[in-house]
């Protein structure tokens, strides 16, 4: 194969991988009914005057599957971090101890749930819309190309099978999540 095809096809491979990599970085943001790190994964504290993520200034922990545990790297950001975590408005309700703070994570009502489980399906449409991106940018560039008619329609073949690949495991991450979510 020519080597603008193979360039082609890696630029689209690259793009395609990007579109999985965000998705499963929403996903881990969105909350399945056991406390991870992650939830906390948004939250900026006002740190010396700059916004900095919560896990530069704190160690945050799971001692149960309903608790989180925030221990800071110096005390006297106990209580930005905790104004953080209410600004971040995450439903979540932080109870400052003088050395760590702590968060109690309720049980998710159905409603609540299905919610959830809304938006993991809208990530995950988000993710295929990039990958179907990346087959239209791919797909245009494989047009622009000096080759035969006959290469040209095996490279988007090619990209047909890439971007069927890619959706497929798209599908199957969704399915994963969602599981996890409506698992009480």
Do not use: C
């Amino acid at each position: 194969m020519n080597e603008e095809i193979e360039f082609i096809l890696d630029t689209a491979k690259e793009a395609m991988t990007n579109a999985i990599t965000h998705l499963e970085k929403e996903l881990r943001s969105i909350r399945a009914g056991k406390a991870t790190p992650a939830m906390l994964g948004t939250v900026m504290v006002d740190y010396y005057g700059s916004q900095t993520p919560l896990a530069q200034v704190a160690n945050v922990s799971t001692p149960d599957p309903r608790t989180l545990s925030i221990q800071p790297w110096e005390k006297g950001m106990l209580q930005n971090i905790e104004k953080a975590i209410q600004i971040a408005n995450l439903g979540l309700n932080p109870m400052n101890n003088g050395d760590l703070i702590m968060i109690n994570v309720p049980p998710l009502t159905e409603e609540r749930r299905k919610d959830l489980a809304k938006q993991a399906k809208s990530e995950a449409e988000h993710a295929k819309i990039g990958i179907r991106n990346a087959r239209k940018d791919a797909n245009n560039d494989i047009k622009k190309t000096d080759i035969s008619d006959d290469m040209k329609k095996i490279a988007e073949d090619d990209i047909q099978k890439l971007t069927d690949s890619y959706v497929k495991k798209i599908d199957e991450i969704l399915s994963i999540k969602e599981k996890e979510i409506m698992t009480v």
